[in-house]
């Protein structure tokens, strides 16, 4: 391990760094404007082994692993697949201790991301470099450290703001999905990493937990779990496992959805002798009931604004998606193709409303415009494709999929419509839900 | 000779706007309007009758199957009884009567077709169905209770018609 080449290469960048965090406090633009793109223009981008010291397992493979699946999932970059050329240039530069933009250039990047990190067997850290590689300077520089375990975070944090400084979008690097398993032979509450990693059982009730949703604050979950012959509403907390009993109404509490400043929630509850949603406080108190009629009326979402909910409804005779004021009311149908739309999830951007559309036979999933009504369908093929779930970004969207006796979790992106699976393919996960962003980020 | 030329102008007149009507109607475009389903409430898609309010049942209520009664059935997307199974619907009110102390819970399920949720509240639709008709037989409302399972209790797991139609279905268990 060539050291005196890694302090050669430090300093500069330690130096950097100082120079970045003065700079920052300065008044300096957020957004890198150089590389501008089009619409639907990616950026390309070199990621090179970052040099890696310490006792730790995590390898430079793992962390360059992690920040291609985020940038070139992001939709805004394209990721160098070429790594043994990247690989070459970056031991020729270290060789040098120069960066040799013309080498880069050459291999189609535009954006150069280089870095060092410490992986230690209790801590982790890695500091990295963004480079404008045809004006030949530093975009910016940043360190991030915590505890050993929490690696990826780091990586993802650093793609986030990878993301932001040069497009000034918002990333979803740093979010995660919760899900439903059934792996230890009951349906628990599951939560991951956006990108399918760090799977981590959340509940423990043994029995069916389902329908989970995230409070905005992203330390609690709520969900519908059966406790004897009780259906019930559930919230759980991420860190400590304890839950607690929001709502044990006679019959249904389902389809729990957490308003997005975090203090009231809608349900679907039976208790007034027909399937209906309700509006409650966010600690399952004071149910008011939003919709009436002889109809069955299920799956409430907000809008992001919390001025309105979009539901599922079979008034018409079969069930589409309706939207009303969260205070009840008049409902405006939404959905007029197809006999069968149910499962709506409303974009953090308020324009579209995903859900799930029969076709043929076949369970798509689709989106429809508040305003205009139309419709796009993103998935294709075969395969019950259920339970769409927005990312913070407005772009992202994670599904369920059952094809084969099993069902998986997919993500895509909306205006790339190519589904990445996230899930192992070894069982059932389903009724997916994407977090909001982590505090902070 | 006048009333021949004022009716052979009056016909020329209707003639011509007649022409002219048939003349507009073809140039006219054909515009295209979006397909609004009127809003019909079939009666298979409405619980019949009023809303029956559910009861809070007593706090350690345990329930066991019977062995009693056959579980009822329902068509695909549908919770309306049919009337093939109102006899089943006959003796487990007739029992209840017997058995006036005794409170059953009615479980709604669904086949594995549909989405996840959607099945949910087609579940429960099912079971307010049955406690509908049980009502309507003269049983107490609150001695009925209702619980959907959605598709996540299937009876038959296999993928098939036969399967579907077993796992479409309400289900009767009874308190302790």
């Not at chain 1, 400084?165 to 979803?172: D, P």
Request: hydrophobic share 35%; charged share 25%.
């Amino acid at each position: 391990m060539g050291s005196r080449n890694a302090r050669q290469y430090v300093l500069p960048i330690i130096a950097a760094v100082l120079a970045v965090v003065a700079a920052e406090r300065a008044p300096a633009p957020e957004v890198y404007l150089s590389i501008s793109k089009g619409f639907g223009e990616k950026i390309i981008v070199a990621v090179p082994l970052f040099e890696a010291e310490g006792a730790g397992t995590v390898g430079a493979d793992d962390v360059r692993d992690v920040m291609s699946f985020d940038l070139g999932h992001s939709g805004y970059f394209s990721v160098v697949e070429n790594t043994a050329f990247v690989d070459e240039n970056e031991a020729a530069d270290r060789a040098t201790g120069e960066i040799d933009f013309a080498e880069w250039l050459a291999l189609g990047a535009e954006v150069l991301v280089k870095g060092t990190m410490e992986a230690g067997v209790s801590e982790f850290s890695l500091e990295a470099e963004v480079y404008d590689l045809a004006q030949g300077q530093s975009i910016f520089a940043r360190r991030y450290s915590g505890e050993a375990a929490r690696w990826r975070e780091a990586a993802h944090r650093l793609a986030d703001d990878i993301v932001r400084r040069l497009t000034g979008e918002a990333g979803v690097a740093t979010t995660s999905i919760a899900f439903v398993s059934n792996a230890t032979g009951a349906k628990e509450i599951y939560v991951m990493d956006y990108d399918g990693e760090n799977r981590r059982r959340i509940t423990r009730d043994n029995t069916i937990a389902t329908y989970p949703d995230w409070f905005p604050d992203g330390r609690r979950i709520v969900y519908t779990m059966y406790r004897g012959s009780r259906q019930e509403l559930h919230a759980v907390n991420i860190s400590t496992g304890e839950t607690g009993v929001l709502t044990e109404f006679p019959g249904l509490n389902a389809f729990p959805a957490v308003s997005p400043r975090g203090n009231e929630m809608l349900a679907a509850l039976s208790r007034d002798g027909n399937t209906e949603i309700y509006r409650l406080r966010a600690d399952g108190t004071d149910p008011r009931r939003l919709t009436y009629g002889r109809s069955t009326e299920s799956s409430p979402c907000w809008s992001p604004d919390g001025r309105r909910v979009a539901f599922v409804s079979d008034r018409s005779g079969t069930p589409q998606i309706y939207v009303m004021s969260a205070a009840g009311g008049r409902a405006e149908r939404l959905t007029y193709q197809g006999g069968n739309n149910t499962s709506p999830d409303w974009s953090p951007n308020g324009d579209l409303v995903a859900f799930t559309s029969r076709v043929d036979g076949v369970y798509q999933i689709c989106t429809v415009d508040v305003e205009t009504r139309e419709v796009v369908r993103l998935t294709t093929g075969g395969g019950s494709k259920e339970d769409p779930s927005w990312a913070p970004d407005g772009r992202h969207i994670v599904y369920s999929k059952r094809q084969g006796g099993k069902t998986d979790l997919y993500m895509l992106d909306i205006l790339d419509l190519q589904p990445i699976r996230l899930t192992d393919g070894s069982g059932d996960y389903t009724s997916p839900s994407w977090s909001g962003r982590p505090e902070g980020a | 000779m006048r009333k021949f030329l004022v009716l052979a102008l009056g016909v020329a007149l209707v003639a011509g706007f007649a022409l002219s009507l048939g003349g507009c109607a073809s140039r006219e475009e054909v515009v295209e309007e979006p397909i609004i389903e009127p809003e019909i409430q079939e009666e298979t898609s409405a619980l019949t009758g009023e809303d029956i309010p559910l009861t809070e049942q007593p706090e350690d209520i345990i329930y066991v199957e019977t062995h009693q009664f056959e579980d009822i059935h329902f068509e695909f997307d549908k919770y309306a009884i049919r009337p093939v199974d109102e006899g089943v619907l006959s003796s487990v009110a007739r029992w209840l009567e017997e058995n006036d102390e005794i409170r059953l819970l009615i479980e709604g399920h669904c086949d594995e077709r549909g989405t996840n949720e959607y099945n949910m509240a087609l579940g429960e639709q099912r079971a307010l169905s049955a406690r509908r008709f049980l009502v309507s037989l003269g049983v107490d409302a609150a001695r009925i209770g209702t619980i959907s399972y959605g598709e996540e209790r299937p009876l038959d797991p296999r993928s098939d018609e036969d399967a579907w139609a077993k796992n479409r279905r309400a289900h009767f268990v009874v308190s302790e």
